[in-house]
């Protein structure tokens, strides 16, 4: 602690903002500062305990405080300000802003005055742009930007704010379709830069200790957020830009997908082959052949070719009585020679000129325009579109090209210029469809696939993806890094297109690596060009037959990972976590993202390359850890070299706890949530505590209405003499038998055969294998606690 205030004493000095600013005045308000200076006021508010937000408002300029990326807003915040004369300090819990009068200067500490962040140049207006300039440490890593491949330290590159596809990228992606203006750093704070207009984000590319956010026009508000810890600062984070809803549970199954069915026989025909060779399926994914024959010319027709589905009704029926939802593509472009631009023009619908007629321009499908989902007729419009492909029976929505893909900056939309509002039109697409279902279908999960949104999409209930993604090896490798990082930006589902995208390599090797890291993803969706398979039925014998396994793992784990998604929906904790979460202060984790955990209990280590025999893999000192399939044990604060086998990537369990599995079945609307197993690798003394969540799988907000869910609290504790068990209802719903819970317990580990097992004191029969130390018995909760005890 003295060596860092000795630090920070001595170069405070040299951290002075514009040597040109002035402080003028102060006043303080209820909800913070507001603070005069020779070219412009500072407005400074307390949002929470944790978070403060920043604007500069230029001499001349009209404060817009509308945000498209926040929620929070400074209501009778807890703080005290203070003036001693030359400084201003206005303190909360876990906040300290010191605001220097001469040289002027802001500066953000923690209560024991250790530098979270400090302006340096502060603003600064250039030739055609705004700048606001930071004061970086030498020793801090820095994340975020969005989705992008560049390695998990993102400091040292210049990145551009404007949501971009990368056709077929690899191990490198410096510009892609998720442009957050969100940097994170190791030391656990993060600041976001409320403005959604283009620019870019300098991470100390200078080499000089700097941050930068650079931007054509708009607001300069940014918020400082700090947490006590990894899980803290991401949940403060959704607390401002908000939380993922719960996704219908049908979309932690698996996806049948393509580019493309091109005809209603074909798609019966796939489900068809999944149902033959019993591969569980939840959803068909339809690409844009379901509105016209050719690629080009026919986008924007947003109805049926009758001519290849002509019974589309029919068809949606058929396939939702087997249990498999339909999920369509759509696109914001209407080209001119599509069936419904003379609609959009007549209702003006579209995007602009300066001269009020409709923009249109050239690209890859034709000559176009866009609807201006800004516009009240634009949003109307649209939805109609969705309203009718709903009650027709669609299941999930498919939004893509909405970077938007070609957007000209002399277009004009009704929130402004498409430089200004360029990054937030997927994000605006996705909240016309969340609120049209909150609207017209308030019983129905909406399905929202976009591969562009910004900071807060995921409160619209936005999936994203990873874009066109190449199918090489080097398509994959960058896969886990892009999805860590988004889920710490907020985003806690951005998966890939399993197996890759872009491109006719046949590698099944490599197929089937992709499949067994997705398991361990948000959503398991394979998808790619016609020229390779994408589809786990259509794959030779044997490979298919290594896929469904994966397939079938993934519906085992349902029980586990839906609970994932609610600790997301309530904490905003992301699925997939990077290994710094369990060791912060390890600087050799804060850059690892080829190995990570999956919620709590599973550390993954995916292989990306060919022909791989071993690898070495990081054990967090947090815990013991144990190979899922070999269930050889591994201690924690350690590397280990691993074999590696063709069935199954790298899998780990952390030691003492109660991982939630259940049966495989053709698709999720055969689940149920009684059917509950367990598997423990118990280790020495210790206990784990963990809250299972249940419910219908389709009820919105589900969690928010104590009739329509269920919460499990479920304990472990072992110590030398026995092992305890216990399973109590926290809340019940009054749906009949919801609260039981029946299946088998395996614990692993066991040296010594029991002397008995007991469930709520009565002998309960079990099997004991001395060879693998395995314990097996068959369990019943039905009550409000079920307490099952191990004696050795």
């Not at 009068?101 to 530098?115: A, G, N, S, V, W």
């Not at 990894?230 to 809803?245: A, V, Y």
């Not at 619908?349 to 000129?353: I, K, N, Y």
């Given at each position: 602690m003295k060596k860092t205030l000795f630090f920070f004493l001595t170069v405070s000095?040299?951290?002075?903002?514009?040597?040109?600013?002035?402080?003028?005045?102060?006043?303080?308000?209820?909800?913070?500062?507001?603070?005069?200076?020779?070219?412009?006021?500072?407005?400074?508010?307390?949002?929470?305990?944790?978070?403060?937000?920043?604007?500069?408002?230029?001499?001349?300029?009209?404060?817009?405080?509308?945000?498209?990326?926040?929620?929070?807003?400074?209501?009778?915040?807890?703080?005290?300000?203070?003036?001693?004369?030359?400084?201003?300090?206005?303190?909360?819990?876990?906040?300290?802003?010191?605001?220097?009068?001469?040289?002027?200067?802001?500066?953000?500490?923690?209560?024991?005055?250790?530098?979270?962040?400090?302006?340096?140049?502060?603003?600064?207006?250039n030739d055609s742009t705004e700048v606001l300039d930071f004061n970086l440490t030498p020793d801090e890593k820095l994340y975020g930007g969005g989705a992008r491949a560049l390695g998990m330290n993102r400091r040292g590159n210049r990145l551009a704010l404007y949501n971009r596809a990368h056709y077929g990228y690899e191990t490198r992606a410096e510009l892609m379709n998720f442009c957050i203006p969100v940097v994170l750093s190791s030391k656990q704070y993060l600041v976001h830069f409320d403005n959604p207009a283009i620019g870019h984000l300098d991470l100390d590319s200078q080499k000089n200790n700097s941050l930068q956010y650079e931007?054509?026009?708009?607001?300069?508000?940014?918020?400082?957020?700090?947490?006590?810890?990894?899980?803290?600062?991401?949940?403060?984070?959704?607390?401002?830009?908000?939380?993922?809803?719960?996704?219908?549970?049908?979309?932690?199954?698996?996806?049948?997908?393509?580019?493309?069915?091109?005809?209603?026989?074909?798609?019966?025909?796939?489900?068809?082959?999944?149902?033959?060779?019993?591969?569980?399926?939840?959803?068909?994914?339809?690409?844009?052949?379901?509105?016209?024959?050719?690629?080009?010319?026919?986008?924007?027709?947003?109805?049926?070719?009758?001519?290849?589905?002509?019974?589309?009704?029919?068809?949606?029926?058929?396939?939702n009585a087997k249990g498999v939802k339909t999920v369509l593509i759509t696109e914001p472009f209407i080209l001119t020679t599509s069936q419904k631009w003379q609609e959009t023009v007549d209702n003006k619908?579209?995007?602009?000129?300066k001269n009020g007629t409709p923009a249109v321009w050239d690209f890859y499908f034709g000559n176009t325009g866009i609807v201006d989902v800004f516009k009240p007729e634009g949003k109307k419009w649209f939805w109609a579109v969705y309203k009718r492909l709903i009650s027709q029976g669609m299941g999930g929505i498919w939004g893509d090209l909405g970077e938007p893909e070609v957007f000209p900056s002399g277009v004009m939309t009704a929130a402004g210029k498409a430089d200004e509002v360029h990054n937030i039109y997927g994000h605006r697409w996705a909240q016309l469809i969340a609120e049209g279902y909150q609207n017209d279908f308030p019983k129905q999960r909406p399905f929202i696939l976009m591969r562009a949104?910004?900071?807060?999409?995921?409160?619209?209930?936005?999936?994203?993806?990873?874009?066109?993604?190449?199918?090489?090896?080097?398509?994959?490798?960058?896969?886990?890094?892009?999805?860590?990082?988004?889920?710490?930006?907020?985003?806690?589902?951005?998966?890939?297109?399993?197996?890759?995208?872009?491109?006719?390599?046949?590698?099944?090797?490599?197929?089937?690596?992709?499949?067994?890291?997705?398991?361990?993803?948000?959503?398991?969706?394979?998808?790619?060009?016609?020229?390779?398979?994408?589809?786990?039925?259509?794959?030779?014998?044997?490979?298919?037959?290594?896929?469904?396994?994966?397939?079938?793992?993934?519906?085992?784990?349902?029980?586990?990972?839906?609970?994932?998604?609610?600790?997301?929906?309530t904490t905003g904790m992301p699925l997939m976590r990077p290994l710094f979460f369990e060791e912060p202060k390890n600087e050799s984790l804060q850059t690892v993202a080829d190995t990570y955990l999956w919620g709590n209990d599973f550390l993954i280590k995916p292989i990306v390359h060919p022909g791989i025999t071993q690898t070495e893999v990081y054990f967090p000192k947090t815990a013991n850890w144990y190979d899922f399939y070999t269930h050889k044990k591994f201690s924690g604060g350690k590397k280990a070299t691993v074999k590696v086998t063709e069935e199954h990537i790298p899998t780990f369990v952390r030691a003492n706890t109660l991982v939630p599995m259940t049966e495989v079945v053709q698709n999720t609307?055969?689940?149920?949530?009684?059917?509950?197993?367990?598997?423990?690798?118990?280790?020495?003394?210790?206990?784990?505590?963990?809250?299972?969540?249940?419910?219908?799988?389709?009820?919105?907000?589900?969690?928010?209405?104590?009739?329509?869910?269920?919460?499990?609290?479920?304990?472990?504790?072992?110590?030398?003499?026995k092992i305890v068990l216990t399973f109590s209802q926290n809340e019940t719903t009054s749906a009949p038998n919801i609260s039981e819970k029946k299946g088998t317990i395996t614990v692993y580990n066991v040296t010594l055969k029991p002397k008995k097992v007991t469930q709520n004191g009565l002998a309960i029969p079990f099997q004991w294998e001395a060879k693998t130390k395995k314990l097996t018995f068959l369990y019943q909760h039905n009550q409000s606690k079920t307490s099952i005890t191990i004696v050795r």
């Open positions: 000095l040299t951290w002075a903002q514009n040597p040109n600013r002035k402080f003028t005045d102060f006043k303080s308000s209820t909800a913070g500062l507001d603070i005069g200076v020779t070219d412009g006021r500072y407005q400074i508010k307390v949002l929470s305990d944790q978070i403060i937000e920043t604007s500069f408002i230029p001499n001349g300029e009209t404060f817009n405080a509308a945000s498209h990326a926040t929620l929070l807003s400074s209501h009778n915040p807890k703080y005290t300000a203070t003036d001693s004369g030359n400084e201003l300090n206005l303190n909360t819990p876990h906040i300290k802003v010191v605001i220097t009068k001469q040289p002027f200067q802001i500066q953000y500490l923690t209560p024991t005055h250790e530098r979270i962040l400090s302006e340096r140049l502060g603003y600064v207006r931007t054509i026009s708009g607001r300069k508000t940014y918020q400082v957020v700090v947490g006590g810890s990894w899980p803290e600062l991401i949940q403060n984070f959704t607390t401002l830009t908000g939380r993922q809803p719960l996704p219908p549970r049908w979309a932690f199954g698996n996806f049948a997908s393509r580019f493309g069915y091109r005809s209603q026989e074909e798609v019966d025909r796939t489900i068809q082959k999944f149902e033959n060779d019993k591969i569980p399926v939840d959803a068909i994914i339809l690409d844009l052949y379901w509105f016209g024959k050719t690629i080009k010319g026919t986008m924007g027709n947003l109805d049926w070719d009758k001519d290849t589905f002509p019974e589309p009704e029919k068809m949606m029926a058929d396939l619908v579209l995007a602009t000129r949104g910004y900071s807060g999409s995921q409160r619209f209930g936005m999936i994203p993806w990873s874009g066109d993604v190449n199918r090489t090896w080097g398509g994959l490798q960058s896969q886990m890094e892009i999805a860590l990082q988004m889920g710490i930006q907020g985003l806690g589902y951005m998966h890939s297109d399993l197996g890759g995208f872009a491109g006719d390599y046949f590698d099944n090797e490599l197929y089937l690596r992709w499949l067994q890291y997705g398991v361990f993803n948000p959503i398991f969706r394979p998808h790619a060009q016609d020229e390779v398979a994408s589809e786990v039925a259509r794959k030779d014998i044997v490979t298919k037959a290594k896929a469904k396994k994966s397939v079938e793992l993934r519906y085992q784990l349902l029980p586990y990972n839906y609970t994932l998604a609610y600790e997301n929906s609307t055969l689940y149920h949530n009684n059917v509950l197993n367990f598997i423990a690798y118990v280790d020495g003394k210790g206990m784990s505590e963990r809250t299972l969540y249940f419910d219908d799988g389709t009820t919105p907000n589900a969690n928010n209405l104590s009739q329509n869910h269920e919460l499990l609290h479920a304990s472990l504790n072992t110590d030398d003499k």
